[in-house]
């Protein structure tokens, strides 16, 4: 088993963010946290970039341990 780098653990952080609130628009949109937190502001786009940088990031990771 690979160990896991600060970078491993930041992308999984950030993707398991991403699919919660992906969760809580998928129950109700009023329940998105990042735009509760953030708003619509380029700080919630800043956000939205990292998680999908790190979706993308993980497809990478989950493949490097075979």
């Known amino acids: 088993m690979v160990e896991k780098s600060a970078l491993d653990w930041i992308a999984i952080a950030l993707v398991v963010?991403?699919?919660l609130?992906?969760?809580l628009v998928g129950i109700s949109q009023d329940y998105n946290l990042v735009a509760l937190i953030f708003g619509y502001s380029i700080i919630a786009?800043?956000?939205y970039l990292l998680v999908?940088?790190?979706a993308l990031y993980m497809i990478y990771f989950a493949n490097k341990q075979h």
């Open 45 to 47: 786009r800043i956000v």
């Open 21 to 23: 609130n992906w969760g």
């Open 52 to 54: 999908g940088l790190s």
């Open 17 to 19: 963010i991403g699919g």
